[in-house]
């Protein structure tokens, strides 16, 4: 149990329904939500060869590490082309730009993910439109993104939260008749796979991926990736991610310097050789917290992730009607645990001008004040989880 040490500790005054006189001796464990140093170590050595590889060829930009990095994403997401990009935000970013999504026009999209998603559409002059989520994905709405299509509607941006794929029949059935494109943001679920077993950024026109270090697929640093089957938005994306250039010198288009080092390729091909016995371990993980939390789920009013086989658990998130109070409880004794997202995106300062109000969004909302992502990665043992089932058991006694 790398980086999980044990130790004892007096615990704080014993909580009101245990009325024991004076203190008591609690057995303290650390638990990280995210454990990246296990990781490493099972690793090392094919990760450092594979640096001294990029190292001995003094080639960083771009290359052979990247172009190989990119057929491996292909084959693995069954897409026709992936370009590697300098982060996920940048993949997103570079997407709309391809599809010259810009002024006047309109992208939905969900008012529960992490910011990029929405930043990207307003940095480009277009309009976030904001739909809300379902409660037992934490995916957006299929049904109020319907709603929302205008003739200005470009584009449809689902996220698949938390590594769970969306079902986008229905999504996809709107963008056709209005003529829009679906971006798919996959940055969380990278082998996360829908009902009828179709990858995650394979779906749409255009699929993005992060690869920051937390997601299921980490670099040791930013990167990012873009998948597609359609060739002629392949090439753009591939020409605006180094300033629109065709030949050297010449921009056809205004570009911008989206490129992935080849560092980061070689450390992602190495890592993508393990990712599918990772994906096992998070599923197999979350399968615990299911029996683990079975009983405190029904006593104390909390509300777990709801399984589907594609589901590739880059956060285990629970709800509880006391998060905060749950989270500090927690933390007292020794569990990381976060809070995804603790504002929905149309109640960000910066949006303010586009006059969502509180309330818009009644289940997004209600997901920013209720949920609780538990530690969990690849490396996270039984006995660690029934620690943190242990702790959340003794919270509803507390
Ligand atoms: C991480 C993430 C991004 C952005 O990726 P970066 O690589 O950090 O730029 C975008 N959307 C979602 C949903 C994410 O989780």
């Not at 994905?137 to 584009?155: E, L, S």
Request: glycine content about 10%; some cysteine; proline content about 5%.
């Amino acid at each position: 149990m790398a980086y999980s040490r044990s130790k004892s500790r007096v615990a704080h005054q014993p909580g009101p329904g245990r009325d024991q006189a004076g203190t008591e001796r609690m057995n303290i464990m650390q638990l990280p939500l995210l454990d990246l140093k296990a990781q490493y170590d099972s690793i090392r050595q094919e990760v450092e060869e594979a640096l001294l590889r990029v190292c001995a060829s003094q080639r960083f930009i771009l290359g052979p590490e990247v172009a190989e990095l990119e057929r491996e994403i292909a084959a693995c997401t069954e897409t026709r082309f992936a370009i590697g990009v300098s982060s996920g935000t940048d993949a997103l970013l570079v997407s709309l730009m391809a599809l010259d999504i810009g002024p006047g026009d309109e992208v939905i999209t969900t008012a529960y993910s992490f910011f990029a998603t929405a930043g990207v559409i307003a940095r480009l002059g277009a309009r976030p439109v904001f739909v809300d989520i379902e409660p037992d994905t934490f995916n957006m709405d299929p049904v109020a993104v319907a709603a929302r299509m205008t003739p200005r509607t470009r584009a449809i941006m689902p996220v698949h939260l938390f590594g769970r794929c969306m079902e986008l029949d229905s999504i996809l059935e709107l963008a056709r008749e209005a003529g829009a494109a679906v971006v798919e943001d996959a940055a969380q679920s990278f082998g996360a796979a829908d009902g009828r077993g179709r990858a995650a950024g394979s779906i749409g026109a255009v699929g993005c991926f992060s690869f920051y270090p937390s997601k299921n697929l980490g670099a040791f640093g930013d990167g990012g990736m873009v998948v597609t089957d359609d060739e002629e938005l392949a090439g753009r994306i591939r020409m605006l991610r180094t300033h629109g250039e065709a030949p050297k010198y010449h921009h056809r288009l205004v570009g911008g310097n989206f490129r992935l080092d080849s560092l980061q390729a070689a450390v992602l091909r190495v890592k993508l050789r393990h990712v599918a016995e990772w994906t096992q371990a998070r599923r197999g993980a979350a399968q615990r917290y299911r029996e683990l939390l079975a009983e405190a789920a029904s006593a104390e009013h909390l509300v777990l992730p709801a399984d589907c086989p594609g589901h590739v658990y880059n956060q285990f998130v629970i709800r509880s009607p006391e998060r905060d109070r749950l989270r500090a409880y927690l933390g007292d004794r020794g569990v990381a645990t976060e809070v995804y997202y603790p504002s929905p995106l149309h109640l960000q300062e910066c949006f303010g001008s586009l006059s969502y109000r509180e309330g818009d969004f009644p289940q997004a909302e209600a997901a920013a004040v209720c949920s609780l992502a538990l530690p969990i990665y690849p490396e996270l043992t039984l006995p660690q989880q029934q620690y943190v089932c242990g702790q959340i058991h003794g919270f509803g006694g507390s």
